[in-house]
Nanobody, 116 residues
Framework: QVQLVESGGGLVQAGGSLRLSCAAS????????MGWYRQAPGKQRELVAT????????NYADSVKGRFTISTNNAKNMVYLQMNSLKPEDTAVYYC?????????WGQGTQVTVSS
């Protein structure tokens, strides 16, 4: 099992920045991808960004490219999401995700609210 705990959400004005953090614990040695997803009220959960733990390859949703940056630490037990130039449409609950073959794990989510 893998446990994921997010932090760093909050209320920010449009144009501002936030940094989300996710701490992973448990059986993390064979996690091969980590990422962030978000879910706005009345909408489906969507991918924001992912990063592979082996070589650090990243993937971003078109809506956040150039504004958000995903990264991990050397121990691969933390994943971060630096969010700049935030927009009201970025308002959502942000979930940390970790995956290996045939298994995926989720954090409890952290609320990000961007006011106009």
């Amino acid at each position: 099992q893998v446990q994921l705990v997010e932090s760093g959400g909050g209320l920010v004005q449009a144009g501002g920045s936030l940094r989300l953090s996710c701490a992973a614990s448990g059986r993390i040695f064979d996690i091969n991808v980590m990422g962030w997803y978000r879910q706005a009220p009345g909408k489906q959960r969507e991918l924001v960004a992912t990063i592979t733990t082996s070589v650090g390859s990243t993937n971003y949703a078109d809506s956040v490219k150039g504004r958000f940056t995903i990264s991990t630490n050397n121990a691969k037990n933390m994943v971060y999401l630096q969010m700049n130039s935030l927009k009201p449409e970025d308002t959502a609950v942000y979930y940390c995700n970790a995956g290996r073959s045939r298994a995926a794990y989720w954090g409890q989510g952290t609320q990000v609210t961007v006011s106009s």
